[in-house]
């Protein structure tokens, strides 16, 4: 059985898009006709809003849309992951998410239940949390390296050409040596892995690219995955 996972760099739902291609490419994956899908808006502190957005976007898809709260009365964790076909992780503070997880073991729940072969996704701090490690703006006065659920070895940094400070400091980063390479996706843009190997990046908006990331005598360079256009 094949584990998949699909990381955003930004868009999709999150950002009021209104094509739903990434959307509707991660359900497909799945092969059922009404697949389960469950989203976990726990980096935004299960924000209401973030959750009626899922809802208004996946109620016109073929698909069943639940979702799990961590902050109000938290449904039977194992029961309700373990029988899903796909979950979507959101966007917000993932440093915070992944504490907030690990106390409620989630984690395993999680890791269970990819290597069972439900599809884990998700965009930002649910692009990197499937990662060895991330780059997050989890702290408010810089980026900084996160240690992440370790699905996928590597690092990723999602957001690559959407905020400023994200080119120097993977550049930065890669200098000073405290990483060989970096998985960095653009916005509109998501890396889909396979048995956690890079299968293909997928560009939703304006041909958009994930890059390997790394040095090279001295130089920094910016190698693009094989990608498909949705």
């Not at 709260?69 to 979950?87: A, G, P, S, Y």
């Amino acid at each position: 059985m094949k584990k998949h996972i699909i990381a955003i760099g930004g868009g999709g739902f999150g950002r009021n898009n209104r094509s739903y291609l990434i959307e509707k490419y991660i359900l497909d994956l799945s092969g059922k006709t009404t697949p389960k899908i469950c989203f976990l808006p726990t980096a935004t502190g299960d924000d209401d809003t973030y959750i009626v957005r899922f809802y208004s976007i996946f109620n016109r898809l073929n698909c069943k849309p639940s979702h799990i709260e961590f902050f109000k009365r938290t449904t039977n964790l194992k029961d309700h992951i373990m029988e899903q076909d796909v979950v979507f992780v959101g966007g917000g503070n993932t440093k915070s998410m992944l504490a907030i997880w690990n106390s409620w073991g989630m984690n395993d729940l999680l890791n269970d239940a990819y290597n069972k072969g439900v599809i884990m996704s998700g965009v930002s701090a649910g692009a990197i949390c499937w990662f060895t490690s991330g780059i997050t703006d989890s702290w408010d006065n810089e980026l900084r390296i996160l240690p992440c659920l370790d699905f996928i070895s590597g690092t990723c940094c999602p957001h690559y050409d959407e905020e400023p400070s994200r080119i120097p400091y993977v550049k930065k980063i890669l200098v000073e040596e405290k990483l060989n390479n970096c998985i960095a996706i653009e916005g509109g843009s998501a890396m889909h892995f396979i048995d956690g190997k890079p299968f293909t990046n997928i560009s939703f908006k304006n041909s958009k690219n994930t890059y390997n990331v790394f040095m090279d005598n001295n130089d920094i360079v910016e190698k693009p995955f094989d990608k498909i256009q949705l």
